[in-house]
C-alpha cells in the first residue's frame, strides 16, 4: 500500500514519469522509506488499470527508451485520500529479524555473535550520522516541507534507540550476563 500512497501523493503535485518518481523517492524519502524501482513501475501499471492514474503522453528523447507520463485521475485523488487517512490509523508492530537471531544467540560461537554486534553498532552510528546530514541538507532545499524535519526526527530517534539497546546489549555479552 506503501508505493500506491507514495505514488498518488506525487501525481497530485504534477505528472511524472516513473524515473521521476524514482528520483523524488531517493532524494527526498530514502531515509524512510524502502520502495524498491521494479516496485514503482508495476504500482504505475496496477493504478493505471484501476483507473486511479492515466498515461498523458509517451515520451521519446533521441535513441533513449521511451517513457510514459502519468497523472492522476479524480478517481486517484479520492483512493490517496483513503489511503492516507487508512495509514494514518494504522499502528506498526515492529518485528525485528536481530530478534530471531538472538533466539539462537548459543548455536554460534559467542566470539563470532559478538563480532556480529560489533558491525552492526558500527552501521548504526555510520546510518545515523547520514539521517543527520541528509536531514540538515534537505531541510536547507526551499521546496521541502518543514514538517520533513518530524520525519527525519523519528528515524533518528528510532536508530538512537537502536544503537542504545544493541550498546547495552553487548556490554552485558562482554560482561558475561548474556548467554
Known sequence: MTVRLVILGLLRERPLYGYEIKQIIEEHMSDWTSIAFGSIYFAL???????????????QDNKRPS???????????????NLLRQEWQHVEHQYF???????????????????????????LQSALEHIQNHQSEQLKIPEVPRFADAIFDHSL??????????????GKIERGEYP
Not at 157 to 170: P, S, Y
Open 157 to 170: 530517534i528510532h536508530t538512537r534507540a537502536e544503537l542504545t539497546w544493541l550498546t547495552d546489549l553487548l
Open 97 to 123: 529479524s536481530i530478534d530471531i537471531c538472538l533466539f539462537f544467540l548459543e548455536t554460534l560461537p559467542l566470539e563470532e555473535v559478538t563480532n556480529y554486534l560489533k558491525t552492526r553498532k558500527i552501521a
Open 67 to 81: 517513457r510514459s507520463v502519468y497523472q492522476i485521475t479524480e478517481k486517484g485523488r479520492s483512493e490517496f485520500s
Open 45 to 59: 501499471d496496477k493504478l493505471a488499470s484501476e483507473k486511479f492514474v492515466e498515461k498523458v503522453e509517451v515520451e
